[in-house]
């Protein structure tokens, strides 16, 4: 399997050099030249297989040789190390929990796995130079690629995250590790962090001696992954009999969720209809309605993870139907929830069914609920993309104290370490170290 560059102005690439550069050098989002599709025989004894045999199925054609049959397969058993279940809301609607992973996010999956295969590539390459992975986080990116790059040898991680702007949750998950892992806490907002880590990243004073990378969902390795969560769902919808119209909302912020779980469509998943559920920040939402692709300044929500304007990955999702939004819309829809509608959402889930959602998760559930309205017959599925703990500033109001899971109390005792740093000159320096 080869990757090209969405702009079309790089070499082709393998998934190992992917993985590792992240971004083409013509700063393209590298994109696999086909998407392979599975054998029927795949999709109707799918019932019959185990998280690690669907796993090692699906991503085989995209890692292609550059690894070897073991090695994939223990890095995907060693990855999905937990449940991804669906706890039923209604008769119609089920919400596929995808966050009993370490750090209660369902970045923990991609985040993993990308820090796997990059480990094991930098080995095989028996690199000396020590590779630094550097990142920014408005909270929930950050937790999941520190614990899934910690102690990974040859890997430095570095991240930043706006301070007192994630929530208490968040900011231990960062901040307790050690080891391999820096947090920097700057004196800003997440669009200053951000701003920094693309400056450090075309800074030649420090990427001639310094070879840094970066793990958000443009890369490839945390992207496809994320094709799993929807096989799983589907396994368990098909055993239940239900799969015969499956309907799946997604929390978006980046599109690399949706995005991925339109791969698995593609691969020969039947799926009738996929909503990207957004919170103010309406640009996908618009553009569907009138073709127009123009993102506004970003709007902070409580469903904080998916505040952004611009999408990264919606280039992708285009690129899957052809460019053309015609065809895309045929599987796809968009809508947009503000806050006091996500906040109602939470209470209704609550009182009605007894389930407590995180505020992404109550998104994806009123997109999920709009779809219906016109498809009664379907079987929808709503995304909970993060466990409510980790943003319980805005749920504890709703729905009151929450029980604190196993994951989250041992960080309860844990010590914050975090080197507090207010311009980009203190991140240069810190990296230069
Ligand atoms: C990252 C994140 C999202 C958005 O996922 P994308 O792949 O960026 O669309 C949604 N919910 C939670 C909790 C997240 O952390």
Request: proline share 6%.
């Amino acid at each position: 399997m080869h990757y090209y560059s969405l702009n079309n102005k790089a070499p082709q690439v393998t998934f190992d050099t992917a993985v590792i550069k992240g971004i083409a050098p013509d700063k393209g989002l590298y994109f696999p030249e086909r998407i392979p599709t599975l054998p029927t025989q795949f999709w109707e004894t799918i019932e019959e297989l185990s998280k690690e045999e669907i796993a090692y199925q699906v991503m085989q054609p995209y890692v292609g040789d550059t690894m070897d049959e073991t090695t994939l397969k223990e890095i995907v058993a060693d990855v999905l190390s937990f449940d991804f279940p669906i706890v039923p809301i209604t008769n119609h609607i089920g919400a596929l929990e995808l966050f009993h992973g370490p750090t209660m996010a369902f970045k923990d999956v991609g985040a993993r796995f990308m820090a796997r295969c990059l480990g094991h590539f930098l080995k095989k390459q028996n690199q000396q130079e020590e590779v630094t992975v550097l990142v920014a986080t408005s909270g929930d990116t950050g937790g999941a690629v520190a614990r899934g790059f910690y102690k990974v040898p040859g890997i430095k991680v570095v991240i930043l995250y706006p301070s007192g702007k994630v929530s208490d949750v968040q900011e231990r998950q960062l901040t307790t590790l050690g080891e391999n892992i820096t947090a920097l806490e700057v004196d800003g907002t997440f669009d200053d962090c951000q701003a920094m880590v693309k400056r450090a990243f075309l800074d030649t004073d420090i990427t001639s001696i310094k070879q840094l990378t970066s793990a958000n969902s443009i890369n490839v390795a945390r992207w496809l992954p994320q094709s799993l969560y929807y096989l799983f769902a589907y396994k368990e919808l098909k055993k239940q009999g239900k799969a015969d119209k499956i309907v799946f909302s997604v929390p978006s912020g980046n599109f690399g969720n949706i995005c991925a779980g339109m791969v698995a469509h593609l691969m020969g998943m039947p799926v009738h209809h996929f909503v990207a559920s957004v919170n103010s920040n309406t640009t996908i939402p618009r553009f569907m309605k009138t073709g127009d692709y123009s993102p506004t300044p970003t709007v902070p929500t409580i469903s904080n993870a998916m505040d952004v304007s611009d999408p990264s990955n919606f280039v992708r999702v285009l690129q899957l139907f052809e460019n053309s939004r015609q065809l895309l819309s045929t599987k796809f829809s968009s809508y947009s929830y503000c806050d006091n509608a996500t906040r109602g959402a939470m209470l209704d889930i609550y009182k009605e069914h007894n389930y407590t959602a995180d505020p992404h998760g109550a998104v994806g559930y009123l997109g999920l609920k709009e779809y219906l309205k016109d498809h009664p017959d379907a079987h929808g599925i709503f995304l909970e993309t993060a466990h409510p703990i980790k943003f319980l500033p805005a749920v504890e109001p709703v729905v009151g104290p929450l029980a604190l899971p196993e994951q989250i109390k041992e960080l309860m005792n844990a010590q914050k370490d975090a080197l507090a740093i207010s311009d980009y000159q203190e991140l240069k320096n810190h990296l230069l170290k």
